[in-house]
């Protein structure tokens, strides 16, 4: 039985923010994401979340032949729990963003709670050459990018995977998209316990401030009910480890990994994914608390069991 000091570290294999320049450790074909989120749970994730991405260029892949070219194989090494992506890149349709979801049947897929602005072009700041010539132009067509999340949007996941037992991800970039999901909780759309990822640091969204985490929690308190939701956080970039080691310390759960931050301290690139969960690990385990283990996961967020997916 999962106790009340158990902590579920999920880890972000490699996502679809970062472009392969920017690290030559981001995982991109298929054998490099197995391999990566394999080891995220050799360290201890409990849940791995996963894009898929095209092997020669990076560019992020939403079919689901690119998944099954390295689901099975982190099936077949490893008892972690499954998430994938509904969400993409910011660039695509609803449709094309649930596909694998639907046709793979996972425990759990993200699933992002409202439009909003999504600006990634700040990082031309910092980054100045680029390998692939899809690289800088996706960057910057973020000045101008609605992540489109409409409530028909929310809807046509929520209906495309009610057959399949996956359980979703609710990634709340903002105060507001709280408030859309508990107006689906209200509806009877999505049922407890709902697993609430509070995303930081995303231009567009919420900032990064002990203030915007306390803000977060105490809404989502007050919205959905503390005893109908797990908490966990993502804080973006540098403000991956202080976020986690706060939301930790008030009885939330953690996300890590190459998708939302590619460093391990000051100026220094982490070479895994697997480096970022050992570092979250001792964190949590500093402040007296143990990390949950897959079984236990499942457990926490009433989830389908591995044996019930789609691949």
């Known amino acids: 039985m999962a106790g009340p000091n158990k902590v579920i570290i999920t880890c972000a294999i490699t996502g679809a923010i970062h472009t392969p320049s920017m690290s030559p450790h981001l995982p991109v074909t298929p054998d490099q994401i197995a391999d990566a989120a394999i080891g ?11 894009h898929a991405r095209d ?4 560019k992020p892949d939403q079919s689901p032949e690119a ?14 729990v499954i998430n994938l992506t509904s969400g993409g890149a910011p660039t695509m ?6 596909s694998p979801a639907h046709m793979l ?16 072009f700040p990082m031309l700041n910092r980054f100045k050459e680029f390998k692939h010539d899809w690289e800088r132009p996706y960057l910057e067509g973020t000045k101008d990018l609605i992540f489109r999340n409409t409530f028909r949007d929310i809807e046509f996941i929520l209906d495309t995977c009610s057959g399949n037992g996956t359980r979703f991800e609710f990634e709340c970039y903002d105060t507001g998209h709280l408030y859309n999901l508990a107006h689906f909780l209200d509806r009877g759309l999505v049922k ?23 803000h977060m929690r105490r809404t989502a308190d007050r919205l959905l009910g503390r005893d109908n939701y797990r908490w966990s956080v993502l804080g973006a970039g540098r403000n991956q480890m202080p976020i986690a080691a706060m939301a930790a310390s008030m009885g939330g759960n953690v996300r890590v990994g190459l998708e939302d ?32 283990s897959p079984d236990e996961a499942r457990e926490m967020l009433a989830l389908k069991g591995g044996d019930k997916v789609g691949f």
Do not use: C, Y
């Not at 995220?40 to 994730?45: C, H, N």
């Not at 301290?265 to 990390?291: F, H, M, P, T, Y």
């Open 40 to 50: 995220a749970a050799e360290a201890g994730a409990a849940i791995v979340h996963l």
């Open 55 to 58: 092997p020669k260029t990076g």
């Open 67 to 80: 998944f099954s070219k390295f689901l099975p194989r982190i099936k077949q090494s490893s008892n972690v």
């Open 93 to 98: 349709a609803v449709a094309e963003r649930v």
């Open 105 to 120: 049947k996972p425990e759990v897929a993200s699933l992002n709670m409202g439009s909003m602005n999504f600006g990634l």
């Open 192 to 214: 407890p316990p709902l697993f609430v990822q509070t995303v930081f640091g995303i231009l567009g969204g919420i900032g990064t401030h002990p203030e915007d985490v306390m």
């Open 261 to 292: 931050s590619l460093w391990l301290g000051a100026g220094k690139l982490a070479e895994s994914n697997a480096a970022q969960v050992k570092n979250v690990r001792q964190i949590i385990e500093g402040l007296g608390l143990q990390i949950a």
